[in-house]
């Protein structure tokens, strides 16, 4: 089936940006709704964003205005640009295929993930 490999996370401060990025192989790329997760100890996992084959994407509450996906379908490659990072976006983030694009659809494959830790 594939393997998603993600990368681009790190330590920053409050109020700077990152952007992941998310090597999709195989056909799960092409297969699936892509998007990303995130979760940190001691808390739930978090629906970041999916996006959609026609580029649509949908945002958590908690992300919207300052996280953007994006996908570059000739590279299998999925992006998130995080801008005016908070404390509270201290996760391990997760790239994901999903069944669907709509909230709450089943996880069928994730990455190892990639740490991002925002100081205050």
């Known amino acids: 089936q594939g393997q998603l490999v993600e990368s681009g996370g790190g330590s920053v401060q409050a109020g700077e940006s990152l952007r992941l990025s998310c090597v999709a192989s195989?056909?799960?790329?092409?297969?699936?709704?892509m998007g990303w997760f995130r979760q940190d100890q001691d808390k739930a996992r978090e629906e970041v964003a999916k996006i959609d084959r026609d580029g649509n994407p949908d945002y958590a509450d908690s992300v919207k205005g300052r996280f953007t996906i994006s996908q570059d379908d000739a590279n299998s490659t999925l992006y998130l640009q995080m801008l005016s990072l908070k404390p509270e976006d201290t996760a391990i983030y997760y790239c994901?295929?999903?069944?669907?694009?709509?909230?709450?659809?089943?996880?069928?494959?994730w990455g190892p993930g990639t740490r991002v830790t925002v100081s205050s």
């Open positions: 195989g056909d799960i790329y092409s297969r699936y709704c």
């Open positions: 994901a295929a999903y069944s669907g694009c709509r909230r709450g659809a089943a996880l069928q494959y």
